[in-house]
Each structure stands twice: as C-alpha cells, then as structure tokens.
C-alpha cells in the first residue's frame, strides 16, 4: 500500500482523480437514495402550497436569519413531543425550497408554531418581544410594519418554485400577485380567488391590524400562522396516535 | 504590484478587470430589484478601482528577467493582510453578536444590525475571509517551496486573490442589506456562487500548473490537504448551491433541493466544509509550518498516507449526524454516526503525527511562541475531533443538539484549531517573507499568544456550561411527570455564560488586534531597511523541500 502511493503521489492529475472518487462514495451513497427511496417521503394528500403571502413571508423570514436561532424540526423524542407537538415528518417540509430545519435552538421550535398564538400577540411580538416575554433575548423587528411589501414580481417566484417541483399551477402562477394582496383584505374582491386556489381553509385576514396596507408584517405573520397546519398527516401519524393514547 | 507583471499581462488584466466592470455595470442597469442593482454596483466599483490600480502601473519598465527566477511571492504577502483585515472585522461581529444575545436592544431598530442578519457577517467572514484568504496565501508560499518551482506566470495568483475576496465582499455586504439563500455556510445568492466557481477553477488549474513545474519528483504531504481541500470544496459547493433564480436580473433564487433531501444535502456540504475547507486546508498549513518551524521532519510518513486518506475518505459520510431523531431516514442518520465515530482514527494520527514532529524540538515550544501556536492548534484539533465524534452518537446528540454545545465546540475548533495554526504560520511566514529576522516583537506575539488561548478557554467553558444545562433543562420532568421548565426558564438560566462567552470572545479580538499591529510593524520596519542588505534566510532557498520530507520513506 505504502509503495503504491510512493508511485502514486509522482502524479498530480492521477492524485487529484483518486481524492475526487474517495470523496465522493459517502456523499454518493446516502444522498442519491433519498430521491428514489419512495419511504424517504411518506404520502400527504391533503397537504397544499404555501400562498403567495406565506411564501412572500417565508422569504423575509430566510431574509432576517430567523433559522439561526428557531428550528422548525421536532425530534422524536418525548420532551420534544410534549414540548411542541407531533414530531416533524419529512412530507411537511416536501415543498420548502430550501427548507428551515435550523440547527440551534435560541429561541423556540417553530415547526408548529401555527395557530398557537393570536394575529395580535405576533404583532406587539414583533415589535418589541419583551412586551409578551420579558426574558427574551430577540431583536425588535419594527421596520417590518413599516415596510410596504413589493408584489410586482411575485409570478416570477411561483414560475421558480414550479420550475424547481412545487405543484403550483399555471392559474396559480397567473394571480400570484393579486393573491398576495387578496389574503391581506377579507373585504377585498381579491380574497375570493384565494379561496379557491387555495382552500377554504386558508387564512383571509389583515394580519398586522393596518388595513392601510399591506406590509412584510402581514406576510411574515401569514407564514408563521401556517407552520405546521399545511398538512394533517402528522397528527395522522401511527406512532404519534400511540403516544398519544386514547382521548 | 503591477511593476512584476509582464507587458502581455498588464494588457489581460486590464481586458479581464473592463469585462467584470461592464458585467458588473450590466446588472446594475438591467436589475430588476434593488438589491441586485447595489450588488451589479459593488462589482463595478472594484473592478474600476482595479483597474485604476493597473493603469497607475501600466507604463512602467517591464519586469527584470532575474524575476523569473526567483519564488513569486507578493501575493501571498498581499492574502496575509488581506486576512488579518478580515479576522479583525469578523470576530468583532462575532463578538457583537455575543454582546446582542446577552443585551438584544444593541440592535438601535436598524434591520442590518439585527443578530440573525450579523450572525452569517460573522461566520462568512472568519471561515471565508480570514480562514479563505489565509489558506490561499500560504497554499502559494508552500506549493512553490515544496515543489521548488515558481507560478507559472504572475497574473494568475492574482486573479484568484481578487475574484475570491471580490466573492467575499458580494457575500456580506449582501447579507446586511437582506440577500441571503439561507443554507448555512452557503449563503450567497447563485451569481455570487457562480462566480466563485470561475475563481476555484483558475486556483485548481494555477495549482496544477506549479506542480507540473516541479523539480521535486514527489509530492509533498501539505499539497495532498491543499489539494482536497481545493477538489472536494468545489464538487460541495457547485452540488449544495443548485437553485433557480427567478429572473437572471433578481438576486433571489429558490433552491433544487427541497425537505429532507436539501437537508441531507445541506448537511453534507455544511460538515464538509468543516473537513475539507477548515480542517483538509488547515493540515495542509500544519504540515508545512510545524516542521519548518520545529526543525524536524514529519514524524511518520505512513501517519501521513493514513491520516490523509482516511479523512478524506470518512468525513464525507459524516454529515448526517447533524440530523439525527430528524425526519431523515434511520438508515442514513446510522451511517452518519458510525463513520463519525470512525473519523477519530485518522484525525487522531493527523494530530499524533504532528506532536510527535516536535519530539526533540520541545525546548522550542517553550521559548517560540509561534511554535507554540501550532502545537496548542494540534491539540485542540485533536480535542475538537473527539468531540465531534462523542457529539455525533446518537443519545449524546440528543441532549446537545440544538443548545449551546454546538457552538462550543465549533469554536474549540474554529478559535483553537483553525485560527491558532493560521495565526502560528502566518507568524513564521511575515518574517520570511519580510527578510526579517524575526517578528517586530516577539513579545507581542507571546501576549496574543496568551490572549488567544485564554479566550478559546474561557468561551469553550461557558458554552459547554449553557449547552449541557439547556439540553438538560429541556428534558427533565418532574414528579408527576410533565416538563418541569419551561423554554423561557432555560434562557434566562443562559445569560451569565452568554456574558462570559462575549468576553472570551473579546480577549480573542484583542489579541487579533495585537497581532496586527505586531506584523504592521514587522512591515514597516522591513520597509525602513529596504535598500540596506538583507538578511540571509537560509531556511528559504531551494533545500527547504528535502528538508522537511518524511524520513522514513519507501
């Protein structure tokens, strides 16, 4: 062995060849399975798309580096259950492009923050955290109502996610723009559409209590209220059924 | 600068540095968000500023043939400072951060200066910009000693010194004012990532290049972690950052990967990064300094085969223990685990074969603070990567995974590995390179010495203290069996270690600064003596390759 490589480091290219396939088996070996293993991602027919304002949301929430302190991946561990809900399956993040499973744990999990709290507490949340929590240690986000949101290319964004596998559809695509408004104002003709494209579940609210306009607030409080309640299928699952226990 | 380069290479400098401006000027015109148009603007101004620097050089006489003869070495004089500027500016945002997590109203209600936009300034900054330019530059200094051949042309080294740090700057300057793509260690958007693609090949190719020139039948064991760490750095880099802009005049793009596969695939890159960009490159450093600096040649050839292969080999299996009890599948985090496990064994013989280089040389490590940077560096290597491994089985991984432990540990290695080994070299090389005798002060250098280790010391103890008590907080019940702390009670439980750590970080920076003014005056000085007669530094002509070979070869 140790003659061979006295021949082999004679050859830059040859080394340089042999580092290269080495590197590469790991890397190889567990990543190229996941996309074809059809277990990797259980099934989840209910599960729908994020809306044009939580996908806008989701963007300001990658913007400001929120994933550096809030996880959104629940482990299967009791604590973590007990502490934050069912534990993350891999179908709920199948469309998160890139997804936000965080490595550290600052503040919170974040995975099924949705629902928990109300539009409002967000709000004041945002604006000074230690109003609702006076030990926290997060940055006020005040610009964010302040910031007018810019919707104007907000089609190119869906085209991408379609282009990358998200099954949004051309129609979709087509009012991105006047969803992303339209969720924002429950009295406008927009909502409607919304509803349609998206389910009649979907939050139509003026999220950030302006209805002036339509702010990075809005969208960002429209993504947090959806986490965790795209789909059912966790709640559905077996093993959390088990844990559980009767009801 | 420009004097050294030919006629012909003043000439494509110049055409390269009009073709980046009118890039740059293109996508500050066509843009179509505003934060393309300041980054289209950032590429422009420093390609005009280049180029204002090329044409003051332009006319003057060509450079002496006796040029050619001699190592090519002002780049890497150039990537030294570059880096020291860069770890002086990121460890303070590091310690800024520090400070923002024990008092988070330091954020004076500007979004640029709120933690979660700072946190990548920091970390780009110290991984991409000090650890990035320092490996660079030593990597030029090494491959042309130990092949004792010089670049093959001039132009080259500094193409790559400029389009990198070029890359670094789109990098942070994007992230204050919101461009980011959010994978961790990869955050630039994907004109940035392209860019940086176009630079590491013309650094693969210059790389291969001195080494087709060499005159050493062999090649040295430091150019094999160079050259892994060159390789694999591109295949992570180019597979984690596939994405797709939504419009070639938007910054923002939307990643390949989604879920479960962009996380094994982030992860693979993010703990490859460890191995091949901080730990593959910075062996690459220890095996050229330590022996050169010791006196005394690598301890064991074989440790070297072993431990090179075996890590190159291993680590890149290794990052799936970054998601265990995850969505991930079982099969893959197990993989994760036992490789992680098994990855002791060679960076434990890198390490055992480092310190045993300085058997007989001990006397040096205690009079020689820049000796004694490298063999600290080891050590900390060494511990570090028994961490890591302890880290990622899975039950410990269970308790230290997302707390502070983390981040203890990144900086066991990141303060005292990466930074001391390159801290250490850099020592050794400025004189050198200066035609000193040695550093302005060797004082100094003992006083950063010290600065540096208690700092490392001081930060590692108090996140492996608010690590443990948080992970344990996190999972502890009481008597009737539900959760006996809330979150909010294990952060508040986090705020005197939190203060201790923005300390430890601050001995750090201060003794980066020490350090600074120390080769500042290293510099002048040598400028002062320039015309005098230089010192004679036998220790840099043509013998130095055979010197520091292994002897126990064949």
Redesign the interface.
Known sequence: ???F??RL??Y??R??IL??I??????F???AP??T?D???EPAPDMRVYTPLELAGR?IY????????H?Q?I???R??V??YGP??????????????????????DLARVGGKYSDYWHVVHMNN??DV?P?????????LGRNEL?PA?FD??L???Q????PYTDEMVANAINDLSGQANPDGKRAEGVLARYGEATNIRDFDGDPTKVTELDALIAYLQILGRLTEVAHQNPVMKKLEGPK | MVGQLTVNERKLAFLILILIAVVGLAMAITG??KLFVVHGLIIFLSALGTIFLVISGYFLPPPDIENAKHYYDDPTRAGIIIAMVWAVFAMFIGDWVAW???F??M?F???WA????L??VHTTGIIFGFGGNALIATSFHVVQRTSRARMPDNLSPWVVIFGYNLFCLLAVSG?FI???????YAEPEWYADIWLVIIWVTYFILY?RV??RRKE???YVAN?YY??FI??VA?LHI?NNL?????LM?A???????????????W?YGHNAVA?FLTAGFLGMLYYFLPKQAGRPIYS??MS?VGF?GI?????????H????????TW?QT??MT?SAMLLIPSWIAAGNALMTLNGAWHKVRDDATLRFMMVAAVFYGLSTFEGSFMAIRPVN?LS???DW??GHVHAGALGWVALITFGAIYALVPWLWKQKRMYSPKLVEVHFWLALSGTLIYVFSMWNSGIIQGLM??T?NESG??AYS??QS??EMHPY?IARAIGGLFFLIGAIVGCYNIWMTVRSARMLAGAPEFETPDLGIASAQEIKAGE??
């Open positions: 062995m140790f003659n490589h006295y480091e004679r830059s290219i080394f340089a580092v290269v080495v590197a590469s088996i790991g890397g070996v567990e990543i996941l996309f293993i277990e990797t991602v963007n990658i913007r400001e580096g929120c994933y550096a302190c996880s991946m482990r299967s561990l604590d973590e007990e502490r534990y993350s399956l891999a179908a709920e993040s199948q469309y998160d492009h890139p997804m936000l499973w965080g490595s550290k744990r600052t503040g919170p955290p230690r929590v030990e926290s240690v997060m940055p006020s986000y005040r610009w810019e290319d190119l964004h085209r991408a996610q282009k990358v596998g998200v | 179509a968000d923002l997590l024990a988070p109203e954020t209600d500007a979004a709120s933690f979660g936009r946190r990548p992230y919101g461009i980011t793509q959010s994978k961790e291969l080494l087709a039948p062999h090649i094999w050259m892994a390789l694999v295949i597979v994405a797709i802009p939504i419009s938007h923002k793009s939307y990643s390949a990967f989604s879920g479960v596969q962009d996380a094994m695939t982030q693979w091949f050839y074989r085969i292969w190159t080999f291993f680590y890149m299996w290794a990052g799936s970054h998601l265990h009890y995850t969505a991930l599948p893959v993989l994760g490789f269970a995974h997302y707390t983390t981040i996190w999972r019940y539900t959760l979150f909010v952060m508040v939190y070869q064949a």
